[in-house]
């Protein structure tokens, strides 16, 4: 049977569904005003500010408090199955209170939405804004855009909202909750396996795995047996290319790495790439090899100083003067010292090395100075597997992830605009 739809002034929808205004469905509200007059009184209380509002996901491990008169209780007190909308940063970003902590307030960057009527399903709404905001763009050019972006309520008020009926977007929220819930599984077993991969890089770069005595070193306590040396007796070390290349954004040349695309785990971030064309005999020195290290030796931020990548990438690529290359030699193991670059990083070794100009800095002579624990290349190799199982499993993890948050972007689109129906998909109880 075909479906019969509508035009509407957002897209067609099922005649079944309605659409109107965010106020025809919700009451909605600002907050306190977070100043320092209002702070002071002997009637505190937690509030939330946008820090702690994500889309589905509440943060409320450091709530801020300020003075409540009895009155602003009355008003602003959050109750279940109230909606938090951003006003402005994220706008529309959107959580779901459940209660989580006794009487709880909002700042006046947060829009209220409490239900005034039953034809409208808290948690399908905020899936709605999900859509609307972030996938399908509908309410692009409705914020009030000045140097700020920001949503008022008069205008968050007036936005159209599509509204099937109560039953199907039950089913809906269900659906997308389900995929929500299992993504957030993932997400913990990542923060779990990534604290444990911590844990044991510690454990194997100050006790090894010959369980003999240990000695004390510049970098903590180290197996007895293990030398320390500068790195620069553990490979090759050159700088990147030096240019500007902020602008090269056409994929003319070669893809050069700069710092911006090396991740804190030491990953590749590949979603933006600069491009240089290689024209002298120092650029074509530039060309990595797989096997290569590349170090982070300066950054805006001190703790982003020293991460490290293992380069394992198809074709042909360089790198920029903000990462030096580290070629290991023969007696080296690639991946352990790669490893044992993130431990240093990990425990803020290159923080307390840094000295500071604009930026924070660590350049090569200093690089090529590192104290670098060496063992036997038996058991450097050993380290290296089995911290490179421990990292398959968390790439495992993460895959599964990327595959879940795939599915749930495809939902939240054929769901809000009915490609996919749910009329006939039953609740579990």
């Known amino acids: 049977m075909s479906l019969e739809l509508q035009q509407t002034e957002i897209g067609k929808f099922p005649s079944t569904w309605k659409?109107?205004?965010?106020?025809?469905?919700?009451?909605?509200?600002?907050?306190?005003?977070?100043?320092?007059?209002n702070r002071d009184g002997d009637n505190q209380h937690p509030f939330l500010r946008t820090k702690n509002v994500f889309w589905n996901r509440l943060e409320l491990s450091d709530l801020d408090q300020m003075n409540f008169?009895?009155?602003?209780?009355?008003?602003l007190e959050l109750q279940p199955n109230d909606l938090l909308t951003c006003e402005g940063g994220d706008i529309?970003?959107?959580?779901?209170?459940?209660?989580?902590?006794?009487?709880?307030?909002?700042?006046?960057?947060?829009?209220?939405?409490?239900?005034?009527?039953?034809?409208?399903e808290g948690q399908f709404?905020?899936?709605?804004?999900?859509?609307?905001?972030?996938?399908?763009?509908?309410?692009?050019?409705r914020g009030n855009v000045t140097t700020i972006p920001n949503l008022s309520r008069s205008k968050l008020a007036e936005l159209p909202m599509a509204l099937p009926p109560l039953p199907e977007q039950k089913k809906i929220a269900h659906i997308l909750s389900t995929v929500q819930r299992a993504i957030e599984a993932q997400e913990r077993i990542i923060q779990t396996t990534t604290e444990l991969k911590k844990t044991l890089m510690h454990k194997l770069f100050t006790e090894g795995l010959r369980n003999e005595p240990q000695k004390q070193t510049e970098i903590g306590p180290v197996p007895e047996s293990w030398e320390v040396v500068e790195l620069e007796t553990t490979g090759d070390v050159i700088y990147g290319i030096q240019a500007a290349v902020a602008s090269n954004l056409a994929p003319v040349g070669t893809p050069i790495l700069t710092n911006?695309?090396?991740?804190l785990d030491g990953g590749f971030d590949l979603e933006k790439l600069n491009y240089?064309?290689?024209?002298?005999?120092r650029h074509i020195a530039t060309i990595l090899r797989k096997g290569d290290l590349l170090f982070n030796w300066r950054s805006g931020s001190k703790y982003h100083v020293g991460k490290t990548a293992y380069f394992d990438l198809d074709g042909e690529w360089v790198h920029s003067s903000f990462i030096l290359r580290i070629r290991p030699y023969q007696k080296i193991?690639?991946?352990?010292?790669?490893y044992y670059f993130n431990h240093l990083r990990e425990t803020e070794f290159f923080v307390k090395l840094q000295t500071y100009a604009i930026n924070a800095k660590f350049?090569?002579?200093?690089?090529?100075?590192?104290?670098t624990v060496v063992p036997s290349r038996d058991e450097q190799d050993e380290i290296a597997n089995i911290l490179d199982s421990t990292q398959r499993k968390i790439d495992f993890v993460k895959q599964r992830h990327r595959v879940l948050q795939d599915l749930f972007r495809t939902l939240l689109h054929e769901l809000m605009n009915a490609k996919i129906r749910v009329q006939n998909f039953e609740l579990s109880t």
């Open 276 to 281: 240089f064309e290689l024209t002298s005999k």
């Open 363 to 371: 350049n090569k002579s200093a690089v090529n100075a590192l104290p």
């Open 125 to 141: 709404a905020l899936y709605w804004f999900w859509y609307a905001f972030q996938i399908a763009k509908l309410y692009f050019g």
């Open 333 to 338: 193991n690639g991946r352990y010292l790669f």
């Open 92 to 120: 529309g970003r959107t959580a779901l209170w459940n209660g989580e902590v006794q009487a709880c307030y909002y700042q006046n960057h947060l829009h209220r939405l409490r239900a005034i009527n039953e034809h409208v």
């Open 69 to 75: 008169t009895e009155t602003e209780e009355a008003r």
């Open 19 to 37: 659409v109107g205004r965010v106020d025809s469905v919700f009451q909605i509200q600002q907050g306190k005003q977070v100043s320092k007059k």
């Open 260 to 263: 911006k695309n090396i991740t």
